[in-house]
């Protein structure tokens, strides 16, 4: 905890409030109280229990103080103001009156903020998120630092919640209705530059350079110093506390002001949250509610409705799920195999296909040399541009500099032949998925790289141990399975096999988690994991679609269901070639219960060059320009010739939902029970963020939990009756069916 | 008072003698008014012309000329080579131009230095010149890319098609940019973020703008700036005098708006160097050369470097990391030092710098700090803040008034410093 020692600060000498257990320190420059806030416990800044208590006991003490006219509130911690309100606080609720309790207290104090008799200046530098923002927006003044850490932004939409004090009615107010609602639906974070204009935040900061002291203490100090020079300046007007409104806005607010206009906004905004969630997602169209509440009943009504709304949110099935995935997702951005003993500076990828490209571009900003091999100049050049293409597009976002671009382009070199391998410490493969080629490269590779050089490949279907097999040193290959498009896809898993060394995972982790990736790592067998799920389910897509399915209608019941793309739609963007390989090899190694749809459908549509939207034409036609899709009728003269019947006691559309859930959800389970697998969370990430698992229901682990294991064996043993053991429930399915005291997750 | 000095001397054997027989400038004058007219190689001749008239030198007796500039005018873009034909100086004489910032002229000074030493050349005049009455403003790119394809266009067709796609935006004219281009940060800006960075206060920089200008139009008046020439603008009549020179009070300075970083920054009009037109030129000579034609040298120039440093946070802290490099390569100290002349340019953050251990030992990868600069010993006779600053044309400035000031105030060694965008100079006189 803080002392409460004397803090220096600048011009008369300053007056210290004894303040000893506080997260939160006072001191006095001339008469503007600075509030740093500093959690004891931990690397950030959260709205906890004790903070707020806390942070209310400071407040009054300032407020009693009568020679104190304004306040500072800063963060000691670096790179963070406040990073929100504590989940584990909400999680600990029992039920929805709990948390609108918690609710209630956070708007109480902000309220008192908002209402201060003296001025208070937010000096944000640092994620300024949820709770943090609230806060901030309570403060009758924001500084902000330009630094790219800082970052404002209510996420909790994307946690099943809503900004639950007093963000639903202090938002629409600060930046308009429509803006309001941008950050809200959306949860992104907003940088200090657009938060500006935004009028988000009144005045920014530049970051400093080293100068006397380490350049983020010294920027820190810096707006501390500018923060207190604006409080000064507001206490004797000379800062105006109200921005001069331009024509625009003086437009806008007019416009906001006829009810008719604002009903039309509403109508809009909840018709695109339907599109988008199908209504799946409760927390959006909560926010809706709230913020309507307080502009057409009164603030009252509002604060009430927020409060009340947060609760009911946070103990719906699709928060707890989100809030899994968060928990999730932050323990798989650790190296749980610990440092590895060489770090990764020198990178090959062999292949410069939109995978070995998508690779380098994730790699190449991130202090990492990276040489792109191909062999021929036509793929090798198309490589290179795909990669300048993606910095480009964040020159154009300004989030970099075209000279940043430039920089990083300079890290990765293009070429044909093997030179400079000697100095490589990992390849990454992403060359034609065949076995003798891989074994090819592997023994090329070997003989030019050092010894400790590891050997990543990057199949989605061939067990790792038969590439290895090629290998002179089989403890350094390893599984990197990316997704494609490898910059906006963010799992990586990772495959060992029994020879791979602890510390080849450990480096191909850390690399990983440079390219910014979320990480889960299986062991090895066909398909590992996300591959072995996704492959029953396309296997019972194809099935479906002979049965005479239109695609367009399973596409419309699997995003009901919550896909984010449709089936049909994810077979086309996969690619049916590759459908075709990995359903082969999946029903090589698991025999007939990987069987669905006859595999002859997908091989005919590959021999007529149907392999999907990389072609132009797979179910459906792709045309440049065009967002619309057709049916390609020629795939669907395919499917005719194969025609099956439905069978009607299996074919409703609940059915059609179920046996192609069903059967995802059946494997991923027994990837649990063989040990491909090392716990459930993992194979909810994978699912979630690999295969686009619905995120509302958190993962097959997850919506098993809460479906309910023996509804779910009921539903199979129906489709088994019919279709035999690729229904049949896994033991571990069974298990859980049998005792409902079984949970994944307690 | 005399000093007992670490060296008699900083000959070094083997390493031929060079000196700086004269040096001379244009008075500097804010951009836009008398200069007005002029284009840059009028100023570099009149600097040039200058100087052989006050030297006597023949004009076949250049060996070689070295211009420094940095905007540069497209249409006289080896502008040293136009001034000397200006000049009148035989056209078989070589000329080049050169750039780096600020510092262009010093640049300019120490390629002369790099010809001598060479043995390639005995007499060089070094110079640099600015005009920033004038500027190559130019179409937008999407602009010049249209107006290059017309001129391919060959049927009335083709070059309507080509005109129809000029849109309103196009004709934004693009202004020659003082931001840095890898990080597209003004150098304004770049400095107020320097003095914060250093906790440089605003009444120090109010301070320091004070002491320059009070210095400045002391010096003026008393005829110290004996390297100032007449220039006879036509229809202007003759000026001889820098007219940047404003002595106020500390109560005016104070009431300045900051310019760059508003409303919160520290640097105002008064700290920070005006845009300013001028040019600059010395003679320099191999000593035997000097000596043989009759001359009486000024000062022998001895030992530079040149630093480079990160471009957006430690742009102009050149001097300090030069200053310590340019000494130890002498083998003096600090205290050896006679006279300073440092460029202006944030020279309080480099004061600061210099004079801090966390500094040196974090940045420059030395055990302790450079030291104190005794700024009894700086910028006597004013700066860039106050007689102004033309970028191509500063480095010859500072040498001369180091050069000049060392024989009024009978000084041995004297270290000139500036900085720039991303290089910087030091010498030894």
Sequence with gaps: YASGTLQPGVGIEPVTFLNPKAAALIAVKDDVAVIRINNPDSKVNTLSIPMQREMAEVMNEVWANGAVKSVVLISSKPGCFIAGADINMIQACRSAEEVTALSQEGQKMFEKIEK???????????????GGLEFALACQYRVATKSRKTVLGTPEVMLGLLPGAGGTQRLPKMVGLPSAFDVMLTGRNIRADKAKKMGLVHQLVDPLGPGLKDSDVRTVEYLEEVAVGFAKGIVNKS????????????????????????????????????????????????????????????????????????????????????????????????????????????????????MGAGIAQVTVDKGVNVILKDTATEGLSRGQDQVYKGFNAKVKKKSITSFERDTTMSCLTGQLDYSGFERVDMVIEAVFEDLSIKHKVLKEVEAVTPPHCIFATNTSGLPIKDIAAASKRPENVIGMHYFSPVDKMQLLEIITTD?????????????????????IVVKDGPGFYTTRCLSPMLAE???????????????????????????????????????????????????????????EVVTTMVEKGFTGRKAGKGFYIYEKGSKSRNINPAAEEILKKFKLSAPPSVSSDSDVQYRLVSRFVNEALLCLQEGILSNPMEGDIGAVFGLGFPPFLGGPFRFVDAFGADKLVQKMKKYEEVYGNQFTACQLLQDHAKDSSKKFYK | LVQTKSKKTLAKPGVKNIVL????????????????DFMAHDLARAALLGLLNKTSLPKDAVDYIVYGTVIQE?????????????AGISEKIPA?????????????????????????????????????????????????????????????????????????????????????????????????RLTAAFGVSRREQDEFAFRSHSLAKKAQDAGLLSDVLSVNVPGKGIVSKDNGIRPSSMEQLEKLKPVFIKPHGTITPASSSFLTDGASAVLLMSEEKALAMGYKPKAYLRDFVFVSQDPKDQLLLGPSYATPEVLEKSGITLDDIDVFEFHEGQILANLKAMDSDWFAQTCMGRKSKVGVLPIEKLNLWGGSLSLGHPFGATGARLVTAAVNRLKKEGGQYALVAACAAGGQVVFDL
């Design chain 1, 239 to 354: 800062i105006p506390l109200t921005k001069r409104k331009g024509i625009m806005q003086k437009l806008q607010d007019y416009a906001m002001g006829i009810p008719f206009v604002r009903q039309q906004i509403y109508k809009t905004v909840t018709k695109r949250v339907m599109n988008q969630t199908k209504g799946l997602y409760p927390a959006p169209l909560k926010i809706i509610e709230c913020v309507k509440a307080g502009l057409e009943k009164g603030s009252e009504a509002g604060y009430l409705e927020e409060s009340q709304n947060f609760g009911k949110l946070a103990m719906t099935p699709e928060s707890k799920a989100l809030v899994g995935l968060y928990q999730g997702q932050v323990a798989c951005k650790k190296n749980r195999f610990g440092t590895p003993e060489r770090e990764v500076k020198n990178l090959a990828i062999l292949g410069a296909g939109l």
């Design chain 1, 541 to 599: 897509l194809l099935r479906l679609l002979q049965e005479g399915v239109e695609p367009k209608k399973l596409d419309l019941l699997t995003t009901s269901f919550g896909l984010p793309v449709g089936a049909v739609i994810l077979a086309d963007e996969v690619g049916i070639d590759v459908a075709a390989h990995v359903g082969k090899t999946m029903t090589k190694a698991f025999g007939s219960r990987l069987d669905g749809g006859n595999i």
């Design chain 1, 116 to 130: 201060s008799p003296i001025p208070i200046v937010a000096a944000i530098n640092g994620s300024c998120l949820g």
């Design chain 1, 499 to 519: 020879k791979t060394s602890k510390d080849t995972t450990a480096s191909a982790v850390a690399l990983g988690l440079k390219q910014g990736k979320i990480i």
């Design chain 2, 21 to 36: 027989v004269e040096g001379v400038r244009t008075p500097f004058l804010l951009s836009g008014t008398i200069y007005n």
């Design chain 2, 96 to 192: 080049h131009t050169v750039t780096m910032a600020c510092i262009s002229a010093n640049q300019a000074i120490t390629t002369a230095v790099g010809l001598i030493a060479a043995g390639q050349c005995d007499v060089v005049v070094a110079g640099g010149v600015e005009t920033m009455s004038d500027m190559p403003i130019r179409h937008s790119r999407k602009m010049r890319k249209t107006m290059l394809t017309l001129n391919k266009a060959k049927t009335l067709s083709q070059r309507l098609t080509l005109l129809s796609k000029i849109r309103l935006g196009y004709l934004t004219p693009e202004l020659p940019a003082l931001t840095e281009f890898s990080t597209n940060e003004t150098m304004g800006h770049s400095a107020d």
């Design chain 2, 74 to 86: 497209v249409k006289t873009s080896n502008v040293a080579r136009e001034a000397a034909l200006g």
